[in-house]
């Protein structure tokens, strides 16, 4: 009886629902069409058409930018805001993002099917259909190429092998999040898995030293990664 519950209940949730509990973030995609090709970069805005599924025709939104790059007095610039427009409604929301690197925002994919790309919105997710203008960082590239870090979605662990069974880790008493070097990953069962040392931070303490070693899942329950990396460096 309980599990014919538990089955009616899913069936009567929104389709959004329960998709929504199934995404996990898998990397990052460069939109230059919004974001240009860097901090200050003098570019032609344009419209990325959002879908509500891949290979759709139907267009449920629009990314756009909503003010260009302004000059600040530091030489620099500012300024440069990118809105997600959905179709019937009037008011925008920022497009989440997260930086693959120093100061290049990237929208937050959270799904990937041949060249169509699942994103996060404030609300929600949409499908973008790539074009060869969009680079697409995935999670396994960035994690392994960057300065990262155990995130606070990390339940402490680390396991002897991919799926193992985990026991409390040996981290430096006053990191909150323990700096990492990720050695290899490993798909199983659907489920991806990082290899990786623990290390004293390197931002801090130049004479790196290796303090535990073990497997965490790329992917918390909620979908966040374990892991993440430093986009601006130390």
Request: net charge neutral; with cysteine; hydrophobic share 40%.
């Amino acid at each position: 009886m309980k599990y014919l519950c538990v089955a009616v209940c899913l069936s009567l949730l929104p389709a959004s629902a329960v998709a929504q509990q199934r995404t996990r973030v898998v990397g990052l995609l460069a939109l230059p069409e919004v974001f240009g090709n860097g901090p200050c970069d003098r570019f032609t805005p344009q419209d990325v058409p959002l879908y509500g599924a891949p290979d759709s025709a139907r267009i449920v939104g629009v990314i756009r930018v909503d003010e260009g790059w302004t000059a600040s007095s530091n030489g620099g610039c500012e300024g440069l805001k990118v809105g997600v427009h959905m179709t019937g409604t009037a008011a925008s929301d920022p497009l989440p993002t997260k930086e693959y690197g120093y100061e290049e925002p990237g929208a937050v994919v959270l799904g990937r099917r041949g060249g169509w790309f699942l994103i996060r919105l404030a609300a929600g997710s949409a499908w973008v259909r790539g074009s060869p203008r969009n680079t697409f960082h995935p999670l396994e590239r960035l994690l392994l190429d960057g300065l990262t870090y155990l995130t606070e979605t990390w339940d402490g662990q680390l396991a002897p092998s991919a799926g193992g069974a985990g026991r409390p880790a040996r981290v430096e008493a006053r990191s909150s999040q323990p700096t990492v070097r990720v050695i290899r990953s490993q798909q199983l069962r659907g489920e991806l898995w990082f290899d990786l040392e623990v290390i004293s931070s390197p931002c801090e303490d130049p004479d790196v030293k290796a303090l535990d070693r073990g497997w965490v899942p790329a992917h918390s329950m909620s979908g966040e990664p374990v892991i993440w990396f430093y986009s601006r460096g130390c």
